[in-house]
């Protein structure tokens, strides 16, 4: 098992930044790949970022996010930067056993989400 704490939603306006932090617990040597998914309201949830050997990003973030990873901490993390409001979703992060993945039916845990919202 796997434990997955989000922490970092919030509140901005567009145009802000913001950091997101997941801290994982437990047998996170399994956690090969560490992703962030989000899902906005009526929409399912989408990949957003992940890495392991590498990082891959969703075209909609690519350029404007980035995914760090600190081993030490076995936390990841999603800066998020020139937030527009359809960026407005709650924000999961989930890890995979397997490497360099960006789909979601491959991520067996997931964190509880955290909101963060992008007013216009």
Excluded at 4 to 10: F, I
Excluded at 56 to 71: L, P, W
Aim: glycine letters at 10%; charged letters at 20%; aromatic letters at 12%.
């Amino acid at each position: 098992q796997v434990q997955l704490v989000e922490s970092g939603g919030g509140l901005v306006q567009a145009g802000d930044s913001l950091k997101l932090s997941c801290a994982a617990s437990g047998r996170t040597f399994s956690a090969v790949t560490m992703g962030w998914f989000r899902r906005a309201p009526g929409k399912e949830r989408e990949f957003v970022a992940s890495i392991s050997w590498g990082t891959y990003y969703a075209h909609s973030v690519k350029g404007r996010f980035t995914i760090s990873r600190d081993n030490a901490k076995n936390t990841v993390y999603l800066q998020m930067n020139s937030l527009k409001p359809e960026d407005t979703a709650v924000y999961y992060c989930a890890t995979s056993k397997k490497p360099n993945t960006s789909r979601r039916e491959e991520f067996d845990y997931w964190g509880q989400g955290t909101q963060v919202t992008v007013s216009s």
